[in-house]
């Protein structure tokens, strides 16, 4: 199949390039920038690179550390196109001068597009693009021309006069860019010549090759949490390795109400090695007196390891299959540049801590809504694959303090009223998350003419598309009233109902 490849110098923007060509249904693989030409060149034979995208990257050519453009990427003789500091990296390799002007442009730019052949055809002389550097290309050597200047920038975009080697400052990915996908649709489909012939199933077959081979005789061992990440990677390894495979849900007890059951219910039909552990005391006794957000994280994610792993010896399971996706991975700071911002026990707890060959992550490079198109095609019931997120720690990050069984008890019941409410609204598709926190905070209230003095539960819902950012919903006051009437009419403990209205960021979406 055709391939774009992108080559990821540590901008916050590779993965989506990669994204965006798949959605013109064309199949993109991300490299690492200083192993690139190795990385391709082992790509199986069929993969058929046809372009290359060179990322952005919080780097200057100048800096010490800098990546350096490997020559060998331009004797493979395929386009290049290269964005931001893939751009001047292409300009400086070439010869041609990168400057730092002292300023840049950061956000909403205009460009004046100069040539609309190839690359930039369809575009209007004017066009609002989205930009994000210090360091500008000033001038070109011989063999390159200016497509597009802005009022900061002569050299907005350039092109080799021979070969297909392309460089534009700005980012045609993200969305701020109005005619960006257009960008990108005529790179992959003018210059590079891709047929736009790729669909999801063409990524099942070679996730489950890829599972094969990584596992190759072996047996591997998934941690299934019943959320659409893990159990689409079971799925899609189950189809793979068969009677090799042992897929361990932990009930941690931090799970919602009536969910161990339906995971249960639905695995042990699904796959043959399907195991359920009770863990619930064991969770709950290691949290005693724990009140740290991070800490209760930590010790959950240990007390998982510990769990899975009894499990692990006591099948012989030398590999380890992961559902993790992009997003945790970037949020878990698994790249130099970016910023840890918890501890999500998926990514962090498992692997560092464990002896296994290998740890395998069939959908490592996929958003949310791309497992989701893979779930529905390997035949997921809808409960899996619209199933809201769930953090690995549970109901114990949104119960604030320490987590006892009471408190588990009023979580539990408050976010079955949140579900069964805005699914009874039938707002629940166009949401990301909707769910209650149990607050610290005690509050004054009277119930049938007494004085009563109990609990705040917060209801939080939010719409996102990739949990990297959101926004609290617009909820009708009617709605988020018949909320608020049922939690503290059907849990006696509970006075007072709030709802959360901050965006993220600066707030997370979970509280803890
Ligand atoms: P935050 O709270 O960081 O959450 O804005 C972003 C998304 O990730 C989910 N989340 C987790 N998922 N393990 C997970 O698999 C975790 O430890 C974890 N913590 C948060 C959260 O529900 C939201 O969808």
């Not at 012939?197 to 099942?204: A, L, N, P, Q, R």
């Not at 899609?236 to 339906?262: C, K, N, S, T």
């Not at 959950?300 to 993790?324: D, H, M, W």
């Amino acid at each position: 199949m055709d391939c774009i490849v992108v080559v990821d110098y540590g901008g916050q923007y590779a993965h989506l390039i990669a994204r965006r060509v798949r959605e013109c249904r064309v199949y993109s693989e991300v490299v690492h920038g200083d192993n690139a030409y190795e990385e391709i060149t082992s790509l199986p034979p069929e993969i058929n690179v046809k372009g290359i995208v060179l990322s952005g990257g919080p780097m200057s050519v100048f800096s010490k550390d800098a990546p350096k453009l490997d020559s060998k990427l331009i004797e493979l003789d395929v386009p290049i196109l290269g964005i931001c500091f893939g751009h001047q990296l292409l300009a400086h390799a070439f010869g041609g001068k990168v400057e730092n002007l002292g300023k840049g442009e950061y956000g909403t730019t205009y460009v004046y597009i100069e040539d609309f052949d190839d690359i930039f055809e369809g575009l209007e002389r004017v066009e609002k693009v989205w930009m994000s550097h210090s360091d500008t290309v000033t001038s070109l050597p011989s063999e390159f021309y200016v497509l597009a200047r802005t009022d900061l920038c002569p050299v907005a975009a350039f092109k080799h006069k021979e070969k297909p080697i392309y460089g534009v400052q700005w980012h045609p990915e993200v969305v701020h860019t109005d005619k960006g996908i257009m960008i990108l649709k005529n790179f992959v489909f003018k210059v590079c010549k891709c047929k736009p012939e790729w669909v999801m199933e063409d990524f099942i077959e070679k996730a489950v090759e890829e599972i094969k081979r990584e596992v190759n005789n072996g047996k591997a061992i998934i941690a299934l949490s019943g959320g659409i990440d893990s159990s689409t990677a079971a799925v899609l390894a189950a189809r793979a390795i068969g009677d090799r495979l042992y897929a361990v849900f932990v009930d941690h007890g931090f799970m919602r109400e009536g969910e161990p059951e339906q995971i249960r219910e639905y695995f042990s039909k699904t796959i043959k090695n399907f195991i359920f552990v009770d863990a619930k005391k064991r969770f709950l006794d290691r949290l005693k007196g724990i009140t740290d957000p991070e800490q209760k994280r930590k010790i959950i994610g240990e007390e998982f390891v510990r769990v899975f792993e009894e499990v692990a010896r006591k099948v012989g399971a030398e590999y380890l299959l992961q559902g993790t996706i992009y997003p945790d991975r970037i949020e878990s700071g698994f790249r130099k540049f970016s910023d840890k911002i918890k501890t999500h026990h998926n990514v962090a707890g498992l692997p560092s801590k464990m002896e296994f060959k290998k740890v395998v992550e069939p959908l490592r490079d996929l958003y949310k809504d791309e497992v989701r198109e893979i779930a529905k095609r390997l035949g997921l019931p809808n409960e899996i694959v619209y199933r809201q997120p769930f953090p690995g720690p549970g109901l114990a990050v949104r119960v604030i303090g320490e987590v006892t069984e009471e408190k588990l008890r009023i979580v539990r019941q408050a976010d079955k009223i949140v579900r069964e409410e805005i699914e009874k609204a039938g707002l629940a598709r166009d949401l990301w998350q909707y769910f209650s926190v149990l607050t610290e905070t005690k509050s004054t209230g009277i119930k049938g003419d007494a004085r009563t003095y109990g609990y705040t539960v917060a209801v939080r819902i939010v719409e996102s598309k990739d949990a990297m950012t959101a926004n609290f919903a617009k909820i009708p006051y009617d709605i988020l009233e018949r909320i608020s009437t049922r939690i503290t009419n059907e849990i006696p403990e509970v006075t007072r109902v709030v709802y959360d209205i901050t965006n993220k960021p600066p707030a997370t979406i979970e509280w803890e």
